[in-house]
């Protein structure tokens, strides 16, 4: 049995799979384009994954002979296809689907030890970063309507719906304390 995948392993290597062959580059591109700032992209977590997912065999580096950098291209191997497809099939197990890891909810089971005056600030203005969010969510949301890839509009669409759900929580939070 392979080893379980992170997250961002699971991620990345699913990335790759499903462009069939692409960059390191591309693949830190992707994860900034998202509207999430759960993925970073940073090259220093970045690279030195994908290089670990390589040694462990479920990647394969091509080096590119026309290019002058030293450029390779990825490929998920047989055992890096086993291993995306295990790591999607256990987003339906218990400790994915009771994984609800949110810093707004755990900050409010300590709103009381702010001022009346502090939690108002604190929700007004978490309240405006997510409308904003939401706002451009909805045009990453958009966006991906236009493409062909309905999986990446679904995702998109959680995203929305989530922070959708954020927003309503945290404004009936607000109207309960100003009762």
């Given at each position: 049995m392979t080893r379980r995948l992170t997250e961002l392993e699971g991620v990345c290597l699913a990335l790759i799979d499903k462009y069939d062959r692409c960059t390191?580059?591309?693949?830190?591109?992707?994860?900034?384009?998202?509207?999430?700032?759960?993925?970073?992209?940073?090259?220093?977590?970045?690279?030195?994954?994908?290089?670990?997912?390589e040694v462990d065999g479920f990647l394969k580096s091509d080096s590119d002979s026309d290019d002058g950098r030293g450029r390779k291209t990825l490929h998920v191997t047989k055992a890096g296809k086993a291993a995306v497809n295990a790591w999607i099939m256990a987003?339906?197990?218990?400790?994915?689907?009771?994984?609800?890891?949110?810093?707004?909810?755990?900050?409010?089971?300590f709103?009381?030890?702010?001022?009346?005056?502090?939690?108002?600030?604190?929700l007004d203005a978490s309240i405006n970063?997510?409308?904003?969010?939401?706002?451009?969510?909805?045009?990453?949301?958009?966006?991906?309507?236009?493409?062909?890839?309905?999986?990446?509009?679904?995702?998109?669409?959680?995203?929305?719906?989530?922070t959708q759900a954020r927003l309503e929580w945290l404004k009936s939070v607000r109207k309960q304390l100003k009762q």
């Open positions: 390191a580059y591309r693949v830190r591109r992707e994860l900034q384009q998202a509207p999430s700032s759960h993925w970073r992209g940073s090259a220093g977590s970045v690279y030195p994954m994908l290089s670990r997912l987003g339906s197990e218990i400790d994915v689907i009771s994984s609800v890891t949110d810093p707004l909810r755990s900050r409010s089971f709103l009381g030890v702010l001022s009346d005056k502090q939690r108002a600030q604190y970063q997510l409308e904003k969010y939401l706002s451009e969510t909805k045009a990453h949301l958009k966006d991906r309507s236009a493409e062909v890839d309905q999986f990446e509009y679904f995702g998109s669409l959680g995203a929305v719906k989530v």
